[in-house]
């Protein structure tokens, strides 16, 4: 059976996502932190739509974890082939670095990178071994241009925007594409003390984007559709880029 790994899908754009990789047929490992209800949330919207999945809790930030619920699934799990792996958990804790804490910076990037590096080299070898597999990693604008009160934010997501070009080359030739989607303002839990009126006259089509619109991204980079498509950031942020 065909697997997709969404780190992440209890809310927000990983919610979407799940919903997204359900009806390309995957059977869907909806990886959250701590919010169960919001994660069989998300397990119920999939299999009204006909679609199924499973729930697999780890904090992406804890390699332990990883290793603990991830590998022992994996493990117990030959038959399940995880095809699709979408790092999409993360967090942000802004601050200017005269006054950020050093919780602040370890936090996120742990959730942002580490979390991209653990859970990554942990279903690797399945893909390799398959000779097929698509790695989308969610970053951000702020990655790219770098955003003031984001130190942290900014450095971990262009960490993952390097690892993504640098991982492509290594894999590219067993038929593994990676690839990563910048989102710029989208609707959701991470956003919502921003004044979408005011900020959206800084964004050429004037609006906050929908999470969909972000899984609509990630569910053509992890098609087969997009094979000749690696080491490359697709920005989703309408025009959105300075
Ligand atoms: P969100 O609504 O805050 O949802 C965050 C999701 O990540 C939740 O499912 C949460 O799980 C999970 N998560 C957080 N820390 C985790 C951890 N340590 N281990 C496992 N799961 C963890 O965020 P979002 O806006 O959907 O953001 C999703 C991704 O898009 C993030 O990487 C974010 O940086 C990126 N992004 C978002 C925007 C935006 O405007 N929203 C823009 C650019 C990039 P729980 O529900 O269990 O807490």
């Known amino acids: 059976m065909k697997c997709a790994l969404v780190t992440g899908g209890s809310r927000g754009i990983g919610k979407a996502i799940c919903i997204k990789m359900a009806a390309m047929s995957y059977y869907v490992l909806v990886n959250y932190k701590s919010n169960e209800t919001e994660a069989n949330d998300t397990l119920s919207r999939i299999r009204e739509n006909g ?23 994996i493990a117990a799990n030959p038959d399940r082939y995880i095809e699709v792996l979408v790092n999409n958990a993360g967090i942000k804790d802004d601050g200017l670095m005269l006054w950020m804490k050093d919780e602040q910076w370890d936090n996120v990037i742990n959730t942002s990178l580490g979390g991209f590096f653990y859970v990554t080299r942990m279903v690797l070898s399945g893909m390799l071994l398959k000779k097929y597999g698509r790695i989308v990693n969610v970053v951000s604008l702020s990655g790219l241009k770098g955003l003031p009160g984001q130190t942290n934010y900014s450095a971990a997501k262009a960490g993952v925007i390097g690892a993504t070009k640098a991982l492509a080359q290594e894999v ?53 559709e997009a094979g000749y498509i690696t080491a490359q950031v697709l920005s989703v942020n309408g025009g959105l880029y300075s």
């Open 172 to 224: 590219g030739r067993k038929g593994v594409t990676v690839n990563a989607v910048a989102p710029g303002f989208i609707k959701t839990d991470m956003t919502e003390g921003l004044d979408e009126k005011e900020m959206s006259v800084l964004v050429p089509v004037r609006r906050f984007g929908l999470p969909e619109e972000v899984a609509s991204a990630v569910g053509f980079l992890a098609s087969p």
């Open 51 to 73: 679609g199924d999945g499973e729930l697999i809790q780890f904090d992406v930030s804890s390699k332990e974890q990883i290793q603990d619920v991830l590998g022992k699934w």
